[in-house]
């Protein structure tokens, strides 16, 4: 992808949102609460220096063009992340990531969310497929995805092993075609 330069995407009642050195402290709150980072694919941060390398991570990536990751806003508060990544410039793909701070569970922001970011990668970024590897005992995640009309695609045995722990992946797909015949 070509670099990103800073937007806003606005939705009913929240924002998608660059991230700035400001949001430091909230992205260790949120990825360092063992709960939200049960089925992650590394352990809960412990460190201040892991959420400067992440905010580090997402200006390279608005640079670069590799990686778009945008806060999620609500009420003047970061309630959560969604990272576009692994770009595949020749088929038009790539993956998505998401994580909500616990406190704005079960109400359906990030569903608002990546809905906004969804669109706009199929209508602006013109991207042709979008996919997502979960953990298949994330039922919330698994539920949001469906929810968002990706479509499950497949089961994938230990492919990750994080803390010591050897977990599966379940693989969603979502084609530009799939979402803009469901919008
Ligand atoms: C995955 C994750 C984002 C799902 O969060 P969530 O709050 O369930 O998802 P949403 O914000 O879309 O909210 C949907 C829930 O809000 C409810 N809801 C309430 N008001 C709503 C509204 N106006 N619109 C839609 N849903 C609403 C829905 O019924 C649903 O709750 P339910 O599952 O009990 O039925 C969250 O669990 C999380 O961040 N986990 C930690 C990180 C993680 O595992 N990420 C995925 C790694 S692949």
Not at 45 to 60: G, L, P, T
Not at 66 to 83: K, P, S, T, W, Y
Not at 91 to 119: H, P, S, V
């Amino acid at each position: 992808m070509p670099a990103f330069a800073p937007f806003t995407l606005t939705a009913q009642r929240l924002q998608l949102r660059s991230l700035s050195p400001a949001d430091v402290p909230a992205l260790f709150r949120m990825y360092s609460d063992p709960d939200a980072m049960r089925y992650w694919s590394s352990a809960p941060w412990d460190s201040m220096q892991q959420a400067e390398a992440y905010f580090a991570a997402a200006q390279a990536g608005y640079e670069n063009g590799e990686l778009l990751r945008m806060g999620v806003e609500v009420d003047g508060e970061l309630a959560g992340i969604i990272n576009l990544y692994s770009f595949h410039r020749q088929n038009r793909r790539c993956d998505i990531g998401y994580m909500l701070d616990r406190a704005f569970w079960g109400k359906g922001y990030m569903q608002e969310a990546m809905a906004t970011l969804i669109d706009y990668a199929f209508r602006v970024l013109r991207l042709h497929r979008i996919e997502a590897d979960i953990d298949p005992r994330n039922t919330a995640s698994a539920k949001l995805l469906k929810s968002l009309h990706f479509v499950h695609e497949g089961h994938m045995r230990e492919r990750w092993i994080i803390n010591g722990e050897i977990c599966d992946t379940d693989f969603f797909g979502l084609l530009r075609s799939d979402w803009l015949a469901a919008r």
